[in-house]
């Protein structure tokens, strides 16, 4: 079956280090893969996505490639800010026909100002 | 509304009891998901509904698990004879209609959740 396996929390950084959140992925077929956020106090939210191999998903100075032979969509970022800690969310679409996304277990990331 | 309302935020209940939980979604969007989260766990799949009719109810625990939408539009989520395990964080999430050729698109815009914590 399709499952996301995503980096270990929680991360703890400093502000303007460089971010970078793990995920891999297990799926037949060409899935698409998403990154979501979850900011304290709201419900998830689509960050960004990308849909076919070696596409970039980009949004709010983070950025993700879907790289089809690590199956993996790691999320970065150049510069953090405090008001980037939230928890985020690695999943993915399969492209069989299943409507349901697939979900990682979340990282929850601080940023210390 | 401007966004996936859900109800109750919060409900703490006896174990035993029946608990329903509301979601009203996107204006428009017709399909609809709910989701669980257990503290330490991911996003746990319950049930897809495109319309009024779930295609997809393969992530129910068990048949104390129900759930229903009406008009194509609020639906309901109902737990009877909860137990201490069924606390979580119940999401629900609503997205347009599926592309051109069926697929739905995985951009999916969450409620803030229902707590349920079973004493």
């Known amino acids: 079956g399709n499952s996301v396996t995503q980096m270990e929390g929680p991360v703890t950084l400093s502000e303007e280090a460089f971010l970078t959140i793990n995920c891999t992925y297990t799926a037949t077929g060409y899935p698409s893969l998403f990154w979501y956020v979850q900011y304290p106090g709201e419900g998830l939210q689509l960050l960004l996505k990308?849909?076919?191999?070696?596409d970039k998903g980009s949004n709010k100075g983070f950025e993700a490639t879907y790289r089809k032979e690590t199956t993996s969509f790691h999320l970065e970022k150049g510069s953090v800010q405090v008001s980037d800690s939230a928890v985020y969310f690695c999943a993915l679409l399969s492209n069989f026909g299943n409507e349901k996304l697939t979900f990682g277990t979340g990282t929850r990331l601080t940023i210390i100002p | 509304g401007a966004g996936v309302s859900q109800s109750p935020s919060n409900k703490v209940t006896e174990k035993g009891k029946d608990v329903e939980l509301r979601c009203d979604p996107i204006s428009g969007h017709t399909a609809l998901y709910w989701y669980r989260q257990s503290l330490g766990q991911g996003l746990e799949f319950l049930i897809y509904?495109?319309?009024?009719?779930?295609?997809?109810k393969s992530g129910l625990p068990s048949d104390r698990f129900s759930a229903e939408r009406t008009g194509g539009s609020v639906s309901t989520l109902t737990i009877q004879r909860t137990q201490q395990e069924d606390s979580a964080v119940y999401l629900c999430a609503s997205s347009t209609a599926p592309l051109a050729g069926g697929r739905v698109t995985g951009e999916l815009f969450f409620g803030e959740g229902s707590r349920l914590t079973v004493l």
């Open positions: 990308a849909t076919k191999a070696d």
């Open positions: 509904f495109q319309g009024n009719s779930a295609p997809d």
